[in-house]
């Protein structure tokens, strides 16, 4: 059996059951979140924790694995092994300032108190870059402590940037690009590890799944060898002949990332009745 940690309410709550669910993981949530529950087809127990208290309990194994923001595990300074990055609870910790502070570059910062709940990674940021600044710790609403003479600059969490924008700051410095990733302990038991392995591939095909499309097209035959070239694929094109003669069918799978440029680049080499089809889940 594997302990996993996630968090019991917050933004990283829904994005976490829904990643063990599509893993095929099948557990109850009650309205009223019991704080630990068992899947029923595969052996993982998951705890219901506030994410501040995950990486302590994934380091002194109190649980052998967790999703966490990696602002949070960054700031606690915890040991444990990065599994995967996971792709949601996308954010950043930027410093800001108000807006009519200027700012021409990390100098500006020198001498100023900054208010944060995340007061070892500005130190270090700040211990990097050679400045001297005051950290004032402070728990939340961290956005408003500039306008209440709290502090002249803050160090905080910046998802669309509306909260700064709202409370008449502008994001200066990018300290950290941060999103929820799954952790665990450093030395898990085999058999916990063998589960976790097995958790992985799930995660990783559901991944690939999401980040490519499958392709297919027709093709005069004499345009097959220039199509080829285009379209990567995960080893070669499947390509099969048409009932039409001359005629072949070619398929593959596209990065969606760059899906839009291949799909052009296809219709001016001669491809015809191009569809593509969302990946349910893909092994590399
Ligand atoms: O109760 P518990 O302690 O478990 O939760 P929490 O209140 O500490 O954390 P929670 O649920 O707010 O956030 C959990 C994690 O989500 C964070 O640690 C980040 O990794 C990630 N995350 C992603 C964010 C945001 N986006 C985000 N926008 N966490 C906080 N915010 C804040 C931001 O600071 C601002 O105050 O949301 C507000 C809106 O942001 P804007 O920029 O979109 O306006
Ligand atoms: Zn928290």
Known sequence: MLRI??????????DSVSLLRNAGIAFGSSPNRLLRTQASNFPLE???????????????NVVDAGIIGENVLLEKQKTVQYVQRLGFGGCRLSIALPKGIPFTGKQSLENLRIATSYPRILESYLSANAVRAEIHEISGAVEIAPSLGLADAIFDIVGTGSTLLANGLKEVETVLESEALLVAHPQLAPEKQEILDRLLFRIQANQNAKSNRYILMNAPNHRIDQIVSIIPGMKSPTILPLATEGWSSLHSVVPETIFWEVLEQLKEAGAEGILVVPIERMIL
């Open 46 to 60: 998951i705890i219901f924790l506030r994410d501040d208290d995950i990486p302590e309990y994934v380091e002194g």
């Open 5 to 14: 940690a996630i968090q019991k309410s917050g933004r990283l709550f829904e």
